[in-house]
Nanobody
Framework: QVQLVESGGGLVQAGGSLRLSCAASGRTFSTSAMGWFRQAPGKEREFVAAFRWRSGSTYYADSVEGRFTISSDNAKNTVYLQMNSLKPEDTAVYYC?????????????????????WGQGTQVTVSS
């Protein structure tokens, strides 16, 4: 089992920045990638960004490309999501997730159904 704990959410004005953290514990060596997803009120959960431990490859949703950066501190088993130039439409509960299986294509890392472990979520609210 892998446990994931998110932190860093909060209220910020449009144009501001936040950094989310996701601390992983347990059998973290079994995971191949970490991802961030978000769910806005009344909407389905959607992919935001993903990071592959071994290769360091990163993937982003078009809506956040250039504004958000996913990174890691391998020694701390922690993944970060730096969010800049925040917009009101970024308001959502942000979830961290961990994936066991290794895939060769980008597609699978954007699919929430492929992820095996999930955190409890952290609220991000962007005011206009």
């Amino acid at each position: 089992q892998v446990q994931l704990v998110e932190s860093g959410g909060g209220l910020v004005q449009a144009g501001g920045s936040l950094r989310l953290s996701c601390a992983a514990s347990g059998r973290t060596f079994s995971t191949s990638a970490m991802g961030w997803f978000r769910q806005a009120p009344g909407k389905e959960r959607e992919f935001v960004a993903a990071f592959r431990w071994r290769s360091g490859s990163t993937y982003y949703a078009d809506s956040v490309e250039g504004r958000f950066t996913i990174s890691s501190d391998n020694a701390k088993n922690t993944v970060y999501l730096q969010m800049n130039s925040l917009k009101p439409e970024d308001t959502a509960v942000y979830y961290c997730a961990a994936l066991n299986k290794v895939y060769s294509g980008t597609y699978y890392y954007t699919r929430q159904g492929e992820y095996n472990y999930w955190g409890q979520g952290t609220q991000v609210t962007v005011s206009s």
